[in-house]
């Protein structure tokens, strides 16, 4: 069945990076496309960011861009995310998806806590 796993979160200090990992299983890896998303606290779940399925075409959400790359290692079935100057409200539980027909399939999450 479709698997999503996501790692690489923690505790880290403002100003701080992460890489993240999602890897995955059940599916056709190198045909779908993934994303990242995030949710703090209260509020709404958030993209992150976006990969094609060659990681040719990448999309970022606003509140990241500009401090975050996305890339996949097809071989690998795995997909990256780095957050680069991590901020307090940066903190959220971070999980990756992929939609295979027409379901969305998500990881469990991982925990980012940015604090000094």
């Known amino acids: 069945q479709v698997q999503l796993v996501e790692s690489g979160g923690g505790l880290v200090q403002p100003g701080g990076s992460l890489r993240l990992s999602c890897a995955t299983s059940g599916f056709t890896f190198s045909s779908y496309s993934i994303s990242w998303w995030r949710q703090a606290p209260g509020k709404e779940r958030e993209l992150v960011a976006s990969?094609?399925?060659?990681?040719?075409?990448?999309d970022y959400g606003v509140a990241l861009k500009g401090r975050t790359t996305i890339s996949r290692d097809n071989a690998e079935k795995t997909v990256y995310v780095q957050i680069d100057y991590l901020k307090p409200e940066d903190t959220a539980v971070y999980y990756c998806?992929?939609?295979?027909?027409?379901?969305?399939?998500w990881g469990q999450g991982t925990q980012v806590t940015v604090s000094s």
């Open positions: 990969i094609g399925s060659r990681g040719l075409i990448t």
């Open positions: 998806k992929v939609r295979y027909y027409a379901k969305d399939y």
